[in-house]
């Protein structure tokens, strides 16, 4: 049978704090960070400003021996780590997407420079460990409706020259949904880079309105996306043909038939508000920490 036991306070690592006074509602998961950072003796190292190097992509040129019996214990521990890293990146900490995403390329031939990197997630949750998603019925003019921002990084991994899809949708404040995705084509330009990335979230935006509508909340208008690449926004408002677009994979034009029904519109905004910037690269300090604040609130202010 199903009895009612009060507010779910903890559950799967997240704990979850209510203030039905203010109408706020905050997701962490300090205590899983904390033990992570106990599990591999890092819980008093020193603390990193952000999560990866800035414009530092991962390759495979130092990747180990994987048939090499030496480093079996190198290859399971980082694979355990990076499995407790996507665990936290996919729940309440998306501003460590990106990089976990970069360590997961190598789980199975891990190098010097992919624990490294991997070591400096940590150190980076080390002084983080209180950060939180935190939503709020005040904190947006219409609650309980959905917008985002999209970017991509075009390519920027001087190794293979792949770009990097990046989203993160909100709802009352708070982020619901976030992506850090390498694409599966090597662009051509900008503005393909920026419309493949533009389709990924269009499609999750159409399976969250859905989502929403059998909950009750139907969402009025089409849901705004933030996109800072005027081709783009261009190509998915018209229905014509482009000398320049007629090579991109023919699935990106769903696009263009979301944008037609209103399911969704993309909006303009200057690159340096372009919160999904941080999904799609590592950025500098005073950079990754004003996006950070777009969506992680801390105790601390940081």
């Not at 990924?200 to 969402?219: K, M, N, P, S, T």
Request: charged residues 20%; aromatic residues 10%.
């Amino acid at each position: 049978t199903i009895s009612e036991q009060g507010d779910l306070h903890y559950y799967l690592g997240v704990k979850i704090n209510y203030n039905r006074t203010e109408g706020v509602a905050e997701l962490s998961q300090q205590q899983y960070v904390i033990d992570l950072l106990k599990r591999f003796d890092m819980l008093d190292c020193k603390s990193a400003v952000t999560p990866s190097e800035p414009n530092v992509y991962l390759s495979g040129d130092d990747c180990c021996d994987r048939a090499d019996p030496a480093n079996a214990k190198i290859i399971r521990d980082y694979q355990v780590v990076v499995g407790a890293l996507l665990y936290l990146s996919g729940l309440t900490r998306p501003d460590i997407a990106f990089s976990v995403n970069q360590a997961a390329r190598f789980m199975s031939c891990p190098g010097p420079s992919h624990v490294a990197a991997v070591k400096r997630i940590l150190r980076y949750l080390a002084g983080t460990q209180d950060f939180a998603i935190r939503y709020s019925r005040d904190a947006v003019p219409e609650p309980n409706t959905i917008q985002g921002f999209v970017d991509a990084d075009h390519a920027g991994d001087p190794h293979t020259r792949i770009s990097v899809s990046g989203y993160i949708l909100f709802c009352n404040g708070g982020p619901i949904s976030w992506s850090s995705k390498r694409q599966p084509i090597v662009s051509l330009s900008s503005s393909e880079a920026e419309f493949y990335a533009a389709s990924l979230v269009g499609c999750e935006v159409e399976y969250l309105r859905r989502i929403f509508d059998a909950l009750g909340f139907e969402q009025p208008r089409p849901t705004t996306i933030y996109e800072d690449n005027q081709g783009t926004i261009y190509m998915s408002r018209s229905a014509g043909s482009f000398s320049r677009s007629k090579h991109i994979d023919t699935r990106v034009f769903r696009l263009r038939e979301l944008c037609d029904s209103g399911v969704l519109e993309l909006v303009k905004i200057g690159t340096k508000y372009n919160v999904a910037d941080l999904f799609t690269k590592g950025l500098a300090g005073p950079l990754f920490a004003s996006f950070r604040r777009a969506f992680l609130y801390s105790n601390g202010s940081s």
